[in-house]
């Protein structure tokens, strides 16, 4: 196996997923003072979150609360209350590349603009027999980093 080509470089974003965003944010903005910073809607990925952050600058990490745009409709953002987990990745297609070299099975749609605006890609929860690498039955988002969080992450790595 070759030297891996990129680093993870900390938690970008945890995504929760419930019937009802309202009361998800009961817990996580009024209770526990997450701000809501974001919406994001779409259709093709069965989708209505709120994108809450807690922390500041490149350390800031995202709480996405979800709720399917219909219940019975796939993907079911809903069905796994903790929905994913977003790792900043400093090289997104090094890294992409790499790992599907080396058994790493990735969900459908390669790398794309995510609902925070930046570039991501999804590891799909199980293996298979042509990539056997999976995470395990956790959905985990990679999130290429921009610029200010590799910097950041970079004066703390010593």
């Not at 350390?59 to 019975?72: I, W």
């Not at 953002?77 to 400093?90: E, F, M, Y």
């Not at 590349?97 to 999804?122: H, Q, S, T, Y």
């Amino acid at each position: 196996m070759s030297a891996r080509p990129f680093k993870v470089l900390g938690i970008q974003q945890v995504a929760i997923g419930g019937l009802s965003k309202e009361r998800l944010k009961t817990l996580w903005v009024d209770k526990l003072g997450l701000e809501v910073t974001g919406t994001f809607r779409s259709e093709r990925e069965n989708v209505d979150e709120d994108i809450c952050a807690m922390g500041a600058g490149p350390f800031k990490v995202e709480v996405d609360l979800m709720q399917p745009l219909d219940a019975d409709k796939k993907p079911a953002v809903h069905a796994t209350p903790l929905n994913h987990i977003g790792l900043w990745i400093d090289d997104l297609p090094k890294a992409v590349e790499w790992l599907g070299a080396n058994g790493v099975r990735f969900a459908p749609g390669g790398i794309r603009k995510g609902a925070a605006g930046f570039d991501i890609c999804f590891m799909h929860p199980k293996g298979n027999e042509e990539f056997p690498i999976g995470g395990e039955g956790v959905l985990i988002e990679l999130v290429q980093a921009p610029p200010e969080v590799i910097a950041a992450f970079a004066t703390i790595a010593g």
